[in-house]
């Protein structure tokens, strides 16, 4: 195997390293005007999610269409060279196949293996342990659980696997996937061993330590809120009422742990500590608390379509069938605990194919060249992870390897239309990022003076529901947000912590998770759907978090700060 840095003098598609096609030049104010720049920017964005809730669109429908909005606005209000713009988008294909589609793949690849063996089904009975209350299992499972995988994997994981978990208690598909999708916010700006944050220290050349200490006492904020969201859209003020208690001991461990964590401790640990506390003291409260009316799945309100199942459990299963069906995931756990190691992270990172995009030239508005390498990071990919504790699971799961690829081409015909809306939608972020759309968005926002400490989570938040990933959006406004605090006089690490603790909220409607959550559910083409359910609960907790960035900016609550 060659030495990554090799391939950016040889590319393995042939040529020369050096392209002779001159670099297209962003202009972040294409029309003169930056305020109606800034409209033409933001038309791909408002036709995304006019498609998406208003017109209830199929999300690969929504996002094909959006795509060609992104590339005439790239085109034909920017100045980009057609092909060019095209290969954008392709690249942004190329950059989902490793962040998205393989970890989507391989993590419901094992929820089906699971159901193949009949694990599936001892899985759910052994949720019974936590209680009959479905809302207080949701938290644990959603919340909890939920975090320690965001902490371990980031990606669509947590999404994926948590919702099918919530299925096998009997909820309905289209709640537990926005269960799921709800219940990864709080854990998201620390996720993948606190990856958003490292990405925001080396974008702005600040210490990512601070980022994490700042972002820490804003996200954990949203860890108070989380849990008594999950139970009212479960089962709506009756939720709430009755199950109260687990919502307020869940959040206030986790958020309590998160800070201490985050702040005095060390930021990439901050979710895993905060998951296992927040387990621990769920299921310490059981011990001696219990919803006074238990609600099964069968008495929430059910779906359209949906078929809840009633039946009452079968005998007991086993201690060895029960652990059995809890291997996969304990195996996930300790596979992406291993893989932070530096003893095994080295060799997994090694192997890595690395080059330059072809024909992909890129200066940003200040003439730096834009960084459009490409990495085919195989070996340490969430994805790759997976795969290894599916395999490793086969055993635990009594399935032979025949049965396994079986199993795998059946998971690969479910996706179907999904892999094409995660495709179309990494498509249009690449475009909307390299032809300068994004750049506008933050310059115009950045323009509102002191006001851009309320707006500073904002643009966060439009950064991740283009590229579905808080790293993404720090990546692309994490300097932006520190030059901004320049010009207005403000802390350059509150507001790009405030990019990260913004971004999450987003991670519930970005096009890919809508995706991910319907395909593990089994409702491709009901994105939409999903999208109306959690939209609003997007924008109240976004609103949450800009008056509380804005007040932290000033001496109202300028004293949580470090």
């Known amino acids: ?39 033409l920017a933001l038309l791909p964005l408002v036709t995304l999610l006019f498609l998406l809730g208003g017109l209830r669109w199929k999300a690969h429908w929504a996002g094909l269409a959006t795509l060609g909005v992104a590339l005439a606005v790239a085109v034909g209000g920017y100045g980009m060279p057609p092909l060019l713009a095209l290969d ?10 490793l962040l998205i589609l393989w970890l989507t793949f391989n993590a419901i690849w094992i929820y089906n293996l699971t159901v193949r063996s009949g694990h599936f089904a001892v899985l759910r009975r052994a949720f019974g342990t936590l209680g009959e209350d479905v809302r207080v299992q949701a938290v644990v499972i959603a919340f909890s659980f939920g975090a320690l995988l965001e902490a371990l994997a980031g990606g669509g994981g947590p999404v994926a696997i948590c919702s099918v978990m919530l299925i096998a208690l009997g909820v309905p598909p289209l709640k537990a996937a926005a269960l799921a999708l709800i219940a990864d916010t709080a854990p998201v700006a620390f996720g993948g061993m606190g990856n958003p944050i490292t990405v925001l220290g080396e974008v702005t050349g600040l210490p990512a330590a601070e980022f994490g200490a700042v972002a820490g006492r804003q996200v954990s904020v949203l860890a108070l809120l989380i849990p008594f969201v999950l139970l009212f859209v479960a089962d709506g003020r009756r939720g709430v009422r009755q199950a109260w208690p687990a919502a307020l001991v869940g959040g206030l461990s986790f958020a309590l742990a998160q800070f ?17 506390v927040s387990a621990g003291a769920l299921l310490l409260l059981l011990r001696s608390w219990r919803p006074r009316e238990p609600v099964t799945a069968a008495r929430l309100d059910p779906e359209p379509g949906a078929a809840v199942r009633t039946e009452a459990p079968a005998a007991a299963d086993s201690r060895g069938e029960t652990l059995r069906a809890f291997a996969p995931y304990a195996i996930i756990v300790v596979i992406f605990a ?15 194919w690395s080059f330059d995009w072809p024909g992909l030239r890129v200066l940003s508005a200040s003439g730096d060249p834009v960084d459009t390498g490409y990495e085919f990071a195989i070996g340490s990919a969430t994805g790759t992870l997976l795969l290894f504790a599916g395999l490793l699971s086969l055993p635990f799961l009594r399935v032979r390897p ?41 310059v115009w926002l950045a323009g509102t003076g002191a006001f851009f400490a309320f707006l500073s989570p904002v643009v966060g938040w439009f950064g991740v529901t283009i590229t579905g990933t808080d790293a993404g959006a720090n990546a692309l406004f994490g300097g932006l947000q520190s030059t901004a605090a320049g010009q207005i006089g403000a802390d350059p690490v509150l507001l790009g912590a405030a990019n990260s603790s913004g971004g999450v909220m987003a991670k519930m409607i970005s096009p890919q998770n809508l995706a991910i959550g319907t395909a593990a559910v089994g409702l491709v083409g009901r994105e939409g759907e999903l999208f109306r359910r959690v939209f609003g609960w997007s924008l109240l907790l976004l609103l949450v978090m800009c008056v509380l960035v804005y007040l932290q900016s000033t001496p109202v609550l300028g004293w949580m700060l470090p």
Do not use: C
Request: proline share 7%; net charge neutral.
């Open 1 to 39: 195997m060659e030495p990554r840095s090799a391939f950016r003098n040889n590319p393995p598609f042939g040529g020369s390293a050096e392209v002779a096609v001159p670099p297209y030049h962003q202009n972040p104010d294409p029309t003169g005007s930056l305020a109606l720049s800034a409209l």
């Open 88 to 97: 954008a988008g392709l690249y942004g294909m190329a950059q989902s196949s």
């Open 260 to 276: 201490l964590t985050s702040n005095f401790l060390s930021y990439q640990l901050a979710d895993i500590v905060a998951a296992i």
């Open 338 to 352: 291993l893989a932070q190691l530096e003893a095994v992270k080295a060799p997994l990172k090694a192997v890595t």
């Open 402 to 442: 025949v049965e396994a690829a079986r199993v795998y081409g059946r998971t690969l015909r479910q996706f179907g239309w999904a892999i094409v809306a995660i495709l179309a939608v990494f498509a249009l972020s690449y475009v909307m990022n390299l032809s300068g759309q994004i750049g506008t968005l933050g």
